[in-house]
């Protein structure tokens, strides 16, 4: 069961949410929160697998929640739950290690597919949110061939493999279906890529590939 932490200072939004995440089998609304104080001491509490969270809160950011709760507790996945669009916001969501960016205009189908998505190890990011990424990082000189070679010396052949594919924006299960390994197997690799290259999610892990001239 999927326990899920909805932080978002709005009570009709948070209560309609609680019933639409409620009525599916496989997940429970652990908690709800309006603040950053209430999201902090709330998640210490029921420890949910995933935190959706709001950008704006009364006594703060859901920016500065992320960056406290993921010192206390790392293995809980947050993604943002926002109306805000913009570039900034999305790009410093990512690097504060949150798992997703999703608007709140989202399909609940959708919305629960992204879920189920991040509780096996993959984003939570729209096509569109997603080319904003890469847009970015684009746009980032690439290292010189040389410093790149000695930035994957860590890794095993498997994982430069696991980490080429994670570049084109490949999912777990389209991985291991070109490897021809299980989806576990993938997803242990992401861990220990991530772990080795010090990055905090698998969009980081693609973006790091491509900055580096790592090619398929």
Do not use: W
Request: proline residues 4%; glycine residues 6%.
């Amino acid at each position: 069961m999927m326990k899920i932490l909805i932080v978002d200072d709005h009570i009709l939004f948070r209560e309609g949410l609680t019933t639409l995440l409620d009525a599916q089998p496989d997940i429970q609304v652990a908690g709800t929160a309006d603040s950053v104080a209430s999201c902090i001491e709330v998640a210490q509490s029921v420890k949910p697998d995933i935190i959706l969270m709001d950008f704006t809160l009364p006594d703060g950011t859901g920016l500065e929640a992320t960056k406290a709760l993921l010192k206390e507790l790392p293995e809980i996945k947050i993604v943002f739950l926002t109306m805000h669009e913009d570039d900034e916001r999305l790009f410093d969501a990512i690097r504060a290690g949150a798992k997703g960016y999703l608007l709140k205009n989202i399909p609940v189908s959708k919305l629960l597919s992204f879920l189920r998505g991040v509780e096996q190890g993959e984003a939570a990011l729209s096509g569109k949110m997603t080319a904003k990424i890469l847009e970015q990082f684009a746009q980032t000189p690439p290292q010189s061939s040389s410093k790149s070679s000695g930035v994957f010396a860590r890794l095993t052949p498997r994982e430069l493999q696991v980490l080429r594919e994670l570049s084109t924006g490949a999912t777990n299960q389209e991985i291991a279906r070109k490897l021809v390994i299980s989806e576990r197997t993938v997803k242990n690799h992401v861990s220990n890529i991530l772990a080795k290259l010090n990055l905090k999610n698998r969009y980081e892990a693609s973006a790091f590939a491509r900055q580096h001239g790592l090619k398929r």
